[in-house]
């Protein structure tokens, strides 16, 4: 597999020298093109801030950050708008979805955006819509949707464009357990079946144990590592794991999925 994502020496530090927050110390590693990988910690730990630097929303003090070679940092412009919008795609913990809008037209948004044509987005919107079980639901407004329906309109909104990686941060805080399981399967499903590379970020053990690869960050710095052994491990023996390093982080999980 070729790297798609690189992280080298990241940091971003908040306040002054009195009163200093390292939300991230020096964080390094690769995310390689099909993986799922997953971030986990505490709150405050620094995962969101890693996700946000990936993202461009954050601007890292020192590092970079490089996806397929192209430092972000020398991005400016269109190339910056072209990487948002069609390099990553990002699925919020809380939808953020229009609400004047219909499940559809939040779906095709991003296609109007980066000019696109719905036609050629149609298949695409097609294929996403059946995987994720939300054709019923592409006419209703967000207020006329369940959570996970929402969400897994976001996914495939987020998806839409075939972006080369997926981020998405605490996709699972707003579900309950039955919509949270629903959503994960799905997540597997697009990366076994298609290939799609997902970077997940999440405080749940439950979600994590979807993943093939996971990242432990603890006060700004990845303490852990865990891989799950295919095809040998079960998921629920890859939970177990989870568990045991987040208990020892000093986090958990309030369902098991």
Same mark, same amino acid.
Request: charged share 25%; aromatic share 6%.
């Given at each position: 597999?070729?790297?798609?994502?690189?992280?080298?020496?990241?940091?971003?530090?908040?306040?002054?020298?009195?009163?200093?927050?390292?939300?991230?110390?020096?964080?390094?590693?690769?995310?390689?093109?099909?993986?799922?990988?997953?971030?986990?910690?505490?709150?405050?730990?620094?995962?969101?801030?890693?996700?946000?630097?990936?993202?461009?929303?954050?601007?890292?003090?020192?590092?970079?950050?490089?996806?397929?070679?192209?430092?972000?940092?020398?991005?400016?412009?269109?190339?910056?708008?072209?990487?948002?919008?069609?390099?990553?795609?990002?699925?919020?913990?809380?939808?953020?979805?229009?609400?004047?809008?219909?499940?559809?037209?939040?779906?095709?948004?991003?296609?109007?955006?980066?000019?696109?044509?719905?036609?050629?987005?149609?298949? %695409?919107?097609?294929?996403?819509? +059946?995987?994720?079980?939300?054709?019923?639901?592409?006419? @209703?407004?967000? $207020? #006329?949707?369940? =959570?996970?329906?929402?969400?897994?309109?976001?996914?495939?909104?987020?998806?839409?464009?075939?972006?080369?990686?997926?981020?998405?941060?605490?996709?699972?805080?707003?579900?309950?357990?039955?919509?949270?399981?629903?959503?994960?399967?799905?997540?597997?499903?697009?990366?076994?079946?298609?290939?799609?590379?997902?970077?997940?970020?999440?405080?749940?053990?439950?979600?994590?144990?979807?993943?093939?690869?996971?990242?432990?960050?603890?006060?700004?710095?990845?303490?852990?590592?865990?891989? %799950?052994?295919?095809?040998?491990? +079960?998921?629920?023996?890859?939970?177990?794991?989870?568990? @045991?390093?987040? $208990? #020892?982080?000093? =986090?958990?999980?309030?369902?098991?999925?």
């Amino acid at each position: 597999m070729k790297t798609i994502l690189e992280i080298e020496d990241l940091r971003k530090y908040y306040g002054n020298a009195h009163s200093q927050t390292k939300a991230l110390d020096g964080i390094s590693f690769q995310v390689m093109q099909g993986e799922f990988l997953g971030i986990m910690g505490s709150s405050g730990s620094g995962k969101s801030t890693l996700l946000n630097c990936i993202a461009t929303v954050t601007t890292p003090d020192q590092g970079s950050v490089k996806i397929k070679g192209k430092r972000l940092r020398e991005l400016k412009g269109a190339d910056l708008a072209a990487y948002r919008g069609k390099e990553i795609g990002y699925v919020f913990q809380n939808f953020e979805l229009l609400d004047n809008l219909t499940g559809r037209e939040n779906v095709l948004l991003p296609l109007s955006l980066h000019g696109v044509s719905e036609k050629d987005g149609g298949k %695409r919107l097609a294929n996403l819509a +059946s995987y994720l079980e939300i054709t019923d639901v592409l006419d @209703k407004f967000p $207020a #006329q949707m369940s =959570g996970g329906e929402k969400q897994r309109v976001a996914a495939a909104r987020a998806m839409i464009l075939n972006p080369e990686i997926l981020l998405a941060d605490e996709p699972t805080g707003a579900l309950d357990s039955k919509n949270a399981k629903v959503l994960m399967e799905k997540f597997a499903g697009l990366n076994e079946d298609e290939m799609a590379t997902i970077l997940m970020v999440t405080h749940d053990c439950g979600a994590a144990s979807y993943c093939k690869r996971i990242l432990f960050i603890q006060d700004g710095v990845i303490v852990h590592e865990l891989r %799950r052994d295919f095809p040998e491990e +079960s998921r629920q023996d890859f939970y177990q794991r989870i568990v @045991k390093v987040m $208990a #020892q982080l000093g =986090g958990g999980s309030s369902y098991v999925l």
